[in-house]
């Protein structure tokens, strides 16, 4: 199977998924088409061709598929469009997240060809308590490269997309329940605020607003921590007991899993 282009999309508010995305990408050595980038609301619906190769990255949130980004994915359409799926989870677990990818870009018309599931900075590390910090680093991406190159091998010996084995990944049906949302949001520290409105721009839900101050509103948030991570002066904080709780528990380096549909 010749693969004549490589489409990018991922929904990504910390930029550990586009990162390795892009890592996946550069790997094969193939035309790189410009990213979809779903991590702002766009409103244009896409078809992506059967001869280019999708490379479809997302977060995972407790356990499943980040709920935005599942929602935004509905918009991206394959025609039997060969893709590898990816999740980013924190280094704690990425339970059924990827398997849930897998059977939801099915049903768009996709065919998933190999799925990964890779380690970044959890979106609750702190300087205090820091998990994950800095991944994905140097090795993840040297392993994410690698996959693209190794995915592109095998495609090669298939004549056809009909003739690729199913690909079976980590994780079971039905998936982990989702719990009901508990509404929570960053706050600003005014004293450092310059009223930039950065944070406005690259907020995913358009929740920020600049009132009197910062403010962002919790029934909204999707706690993604873009704004915490992105803040140019330190002044958006987000204080969950989870930071601790994840560093005490989930401190030990977490490696990568790929899978590959072979017999
Ligand atoms: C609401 C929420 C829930 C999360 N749940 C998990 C989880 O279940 N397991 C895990 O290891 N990491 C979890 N994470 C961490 C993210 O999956 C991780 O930081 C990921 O790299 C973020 O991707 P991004 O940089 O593309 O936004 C969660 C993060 C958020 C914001
Ligand atoms: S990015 Fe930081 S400094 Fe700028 S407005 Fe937002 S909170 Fe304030
Ligand atoms: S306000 Fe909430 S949703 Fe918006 S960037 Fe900050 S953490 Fe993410």
Do not use: W
């Amino acid at each position: 199977m010749r693969v004549k282009n490589i489409q990018p999309v991922y929904f990504s508010p910390t930029h550990t998924s586009a990162k390795i995305v892009t890592a996946i990408a550069e790997g094969t050595d193939i035309i790189v088409n410009k990213e979809i980038d779903l991590t702002y609301p766009c409103a244009d619906q896409k078809v992506i061709s059967t001869d280019s190769l999708a490379i479809i990255g997302v977060p995972t949130y407790a356990g499943r598929v980040a709920p935005t980004a599942l929602e935004r994915l509905q918009k991206i359409k394959g025609d039997n469009t060969p893709a590898i799926i990816v999740v980013l989870y924190g280094n704690r677990d990425y339970e059924d997240a990827l398997l849930e990818l897998r059977d939801s870009v099915k049903q768009l018309g996709f065919v998933p060809v190999a799925g990964g599931a890779f380690i970044g900075e959890h979106s609750y590390s702190t300087e205090q308590f820091p998990t994950a910090a800095g991944r994905p680093d140097v090795s993840d991406i040297q392993i994410a490269s690698e996959f693209g190159k190794n995915i592109i091998k095998l495609l090669n010996q298939y004549a056809d997309i009909k003739e690729l084995p199913a690909l079976e990944v980590k994780g079971n049906f039905p998936y982990k329940e989702n719990k009901p949302k508990t509404p929570a949001t960053p706050i600003t520290i005014d004293e450092l605020c310059t009223q930039c409105q950065y944070c406005i721009e690259i907020c995913p839900v358009e929740t920020i607003e600049l009132k009197e101050e910062i403010v962002s509103d919790p029934e909204i948030c999707i706690k993604c921590c873009a704004c915490v991570k992105e803040c140019p002066n330190g002044a958006r904080v987000f204080n969950t007991p989870f930071s601790e709780f994840l560093f005490k528990n989930f401190h030990e380096r977490k490696e990568p899993e790929l899978f590959y549909c072979t017999r």
